[in-house]
């Protein structure tokens, strides 16, 4: 059987502008990527930063498309966005005049959701990620974790088969982070998505996923896909302090170093060029 996301021969090429002049030139960010992800699994990509994490969360967001290669989702090839995957990005992207129960509501508007079933379901989904009680406030009354709550209620509540995540807790606060990566797995736990989620956060990556894919520096390539064993972390009194825990992420360490030193060496060929 073939599987719910597949990645096949994926190229990203942009056009960039040679600088001091009017040409320009071919810079490939994403090179022949293979990956297949399962339905319901719940996969990390880490990798140093320019790499093309964010480009390949967008090449199956039908964001932009493949130069070469494609993107085949249940069998069929990917041409742009859909209602079958929601996308989380760092920057929670509510709507300011809208409550966090009409931002949900927004979500649904597009889907056909009938108008008296709407507020039903926002509140259904508002429950899911933890913000009953909150469902009249405005975006800049809600702290930063429950304002990508709203983020994550709205795209759950159209029901997506795939969710993709990119680095959506990357600006809070540590315990706020941690809370909402237990949060995260609950709700992985009871709908079933499959999540892609991208991180710059190693202990991130080992706590959510059930596989890490490790890519190299530009073009981002799969370097190595490492299997993470720790059972049901949702269950556990301290999940992040188990020696098991620690082997994983000094893996993980070890396989992004070289890159992370590749990377920057590039940069400073750019910026020395
Ligand atoms: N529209 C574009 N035009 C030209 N270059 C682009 C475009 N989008 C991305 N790039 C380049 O492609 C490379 C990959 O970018 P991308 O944002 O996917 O990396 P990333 O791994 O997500 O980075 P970070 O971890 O820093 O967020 C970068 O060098 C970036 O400058």
């Known amino acids: 059987m073939s599987a719910h996301i597949a990645f096949r021969g994926v190229s990203k090429r942009f056009q960039v502008k040679v600088r001091g002049s009017r040409q320009h030139s071919e810079f490939t960010a994403v090179d022949t990527v293979d990956l297949d992800v399962e339905r319901g699994e719940f996969v990390v990509l880490v990798g140093p930063s320019g790499c093309g994490k964010s480009t390949l969360l967008d090449l199956l967001g039908g964001l932009t498309e493949p130069s070469e290669g494609e993107i085949l989702l249940d069998g069929r090839r990917i041409t742009g966005p859909g209602l079958d995957r929601g996308i989380v990005f760092q920057q929670y992207a509510l709507l300011p005049w809208r409550t966090a129960q009409g931002n949900v509501e927004f979500g649904l508007e597009a889907t056909g959701v009938p108008r008296r079933h709407r507020a039903e379901r926002a509140r259904e989904f508002l429950d899911l990620v933890g913000l009953t ?14 304002r990508q709550r709203v983020a994550i209620a709205r795209s759950l509540a159209y029901d997506p088969q795939v969710l993709l995540m990119d680095e ?3 600006a809070l606060d540590a315990q706020t982070r941690e809370s ?17 989620f991208i991180t710059h956060s190693i202990d991130e990556a080992v706590h959510l996923g059930q596989r ?4 190299t ?27 098991e825990f620690a082997r994983y992420r000094h893996r ?3 396989l992004l170093h070289d890159e992370v030193s590749r990377a920057q060496q590039q940069e400073k060929e750019v910026v020395g060029a």
């Open 133 to 146: 009680g909150f469902e009249d406030r405005h975006p800049h009354q809600l702290s930063g974790g429950m």
């Open 252 to 254: 993980i360490w070890d």
């Open 168 to 170: 959506p807790f990357a």
């Open 212 to 215: 890490v894919v490790v890519l």
């Open 180 to 196: 909402m990566q237990d949060e995260l797995l609950r709700i992985w736990q009871r709908t079933g998505k499959t999540v892609v």
């Open 217 to 243: 520096s530009r073009p981002g390539r799969v370097k190595e896909t490492v299997a993470i064993d720790l059972g049901d972390r949702t269950r556990q009194e301290d999940p992040r302090s188990s020696p």
